[in-house]
């Protein structure tokens, strides 16, 4: 059974940070690329950043040099370090990891809630 757990989510005011973090249980870690995709009420589902196998990165550029994503294969972990929060960023986070070899296998995690407001 594959299982992908985000933690982390939580309220803050607008300039603060959080970090997600997100536990995986399927085997073959290493093997996945992993990313965080967000969604805002009554907004569509967005990718927000992209750490593949090889630990490249990729960013939306609305949160370009604000947010860091990093995994960390050991733990079957990957995280977000989100820094100088907007109200704009409030939305559910959500953890997923796709195998690059199979499109088909694609797997998505509950979610985290993240509130930024005064």
């Known amino acids: 059974q594959v299982q992908l757990v985000e933690s982390g989510g939580g309220s803050v005011q607008p300039g603060g940070s959080l970090r997600l973090s997100c536990v995986v249980s399927l085997s073959g870690f290493s093997l996945y690329d992993m990313g965080w995709y967000r969604q805002a009420l009554g907004k569509q589902r967005e990718l927000v950043a992209t750490i593949n196998r090889g630990e490249t990165t990729t960013y939306a550029d609305s949160v370009k040099d604000r947010f860091t994503i990093s995994r960390v294969n050991a733990k079957k972990t990957v995280y977000l370090q989100m820094n100088s929060l907007k109200t704009e960023d409030a939305a559910l986070y959500y953890c997923?990891?796709?195998?690059?070899?199979?499109?088909?296998?694609?797997?998505w995690g509950q979610g985290t809630q993240v509130s930024v407001s005064s």
């Open positions: 997923t990891a796709k195998c690059y070899a199979s499109p088909a296998s694609h797997y």
